[in-house]
T-cell receptor
Framework: KNEVEQSPQNLTAQEGEFITINCSYS?????LHWLQQHPGGGIVSLFM???GKKKHGRLIATINIQEKHSSLHITASHPRDSAVYIC???????????FGKGTLLTVNP | GAGVSQSPSNKVTEKGKDVELRCDPI?????LYWYRQSLGQGLEFLIY????????KSGLPSDRFSAERTGGSVSTLTIQRTQQEDSAVYLC????????????FGSGTRLTVV
């Protein structure tokens, strides 16, 4: 079992829909990251969370430390949101990130 | 620099040849990481630098892979005698203080071994 599990693997939505991507992890962490990767592009860091909730524009990320679960929400989705969204954790005793396999989001106009 | 710069962005090489991939981190970032993303796979850790030393090389898949960092800045990942299974996107990231304040990723080098 991977230390970081994401769901769904693939997600197709219509423009304007509310989107949720989930991440569960099995290790103690110091921080959880949500990353975005466009096709052929590099990785952009969206959020770093250690507790609670963060919002940036139409993106919201939440984390429940007790349940070892995080969600990334996109409100009023747009085709330009189409990308792979990756959850990654930095463990309490480490410096490197452990990654989920990513969620491929396609938003159709 | 303003971001993490990687070069080349794309590299096609023949099986058996050596390749060098370069990463130029954000100025002042003491920590530097190499990751690999194979087709259909998640990112996997290769090596971590703190300054010029590499306290964790545990992710390097074989002794054909090596990396160095000079001047606490630029890093080079070298793959000797490339094999087709080395084809992947190689990503570099840098951070302050072992990632406590987040990581900045480069755009990656797409390596294709033919």
């Amino acid at each position: 079992k991977n230390e970081v599990e994401q769901s769904p693997q693939n997600l197709t939505a219509q423009e304007g829909e509310f989107i949720t991507i989930n991440c569960s992890y099995s290790v103690g962490i110091s921080a959880l990251h949500w990353l975005q990767q466009h096709p052929g592009g590099g990785i952009v860091s969206l959020f770093m969370l250690s507790s609670g909730k963060k919002k940036h524009g139409r993106l919201i990320a939440t984390i429940n430390i007790q349940e070892k679960h995080s969600s990334l929400h996109i409100t009023a989705s747009h085709p330009r949101d189409s990308a792979v969204y990756i959850c990654a954790v930095r463990t309490s005793s480490n410096y490197k990130l452990t990654f989920g396999k990513g969620t491929l989001l396609t938003v159709n106009p | 620099g303003a971001g993490v710069s990687q070069s080349p962005s794309n590299k096609v090489t023949e099986k058996g040849k050596d390749v060098e991939l370069r990463c130029d981190p954000i100025s002042g970032h003491t920590a530097l990481y190499w990751y690999r993303q194979s087709l259909g796979q998640g990112l996997e850790f290769l090596i971590y630098f703190q300054g010029n030393s590499a306290p964790d090389k545990s992710g390097l898949p074989s002794d054909r892979f090596s990396a160095e960092r000079t001047g606490g800045s630029v890093s080079t990942l070298t793959i000797q005698r490339t094999q087709q299974e080395d084809s992947a996107v190689y990503l570099c990231a840098s951070s302050l203080s072992q990632g406590a304040y987040g990581y900045t990723f480069g755009s990656g080098t797409r390596l294709t071994v033919v």
